[in-house]
């Protein structure tokens, strides 16, 4: 995969102790594998296999996928606003790649 794109959507400020929805879309076909391209050619299975995020150093949150999960994957997960920081979203795909990408929360 040439290049990542992956939408996150979170407020940008928070109260401490408030619970914060958190949404990312990542645009991955999400090949399960098998299927056969228009050359006639196997289609390799490549899928992203896992999502972490870490908040201010802390896990909160993790994802396994399979390959079930449909192409541009959504999910949709609530953390506590503790302090500022970054929420780190790692992904890895099959083939051992990770796409990593960062949002800042600022809390009041």
Same mark, same amino acid.
């Given at each position: 995969m040439a290049s990542f794109n992956a939408r996150i959507t979170m407020p940008a400020e928070a109260k401490a102790g408030e619970i914060v929805e958190i949404r990312v !879309?990542? &645009?991955?076909? %999400? @090949?399960?594998?098998?299927?056969?391209?228009?050359?006639? &050619?196997?289609?390799?299975?490549?899928? !992203?296999?896992?999502?972490?995020?870490?908040?201010?150093?802390?896990?909160?949150?993790?994802? @396994? %996928?399979h390959t079930g999960i449909s192409a541009n994957p959504f999910v949709s997960f609530t953390t506590r606003a503790v302090e500022t920081g970054d929420l780190t979203f790692e992904w890895r795909e099959d083939g051992g790649a990770t796409f990593t990408r960062t949002a800042r929360l600022v809390v009041t």
């Open positions: !879309l990542v &645009r991955h076909p %999400m @090949d399960r594998g098998g299927q056969v391209d228009a050359e006639g &050619r196997v289609v390799p299975r490549k899928i !992203l296999n896992r999502l972490t995020v870490t908040y201010v150093g802390e896990p909160v949150f993790r994802y @396994d %996928m």
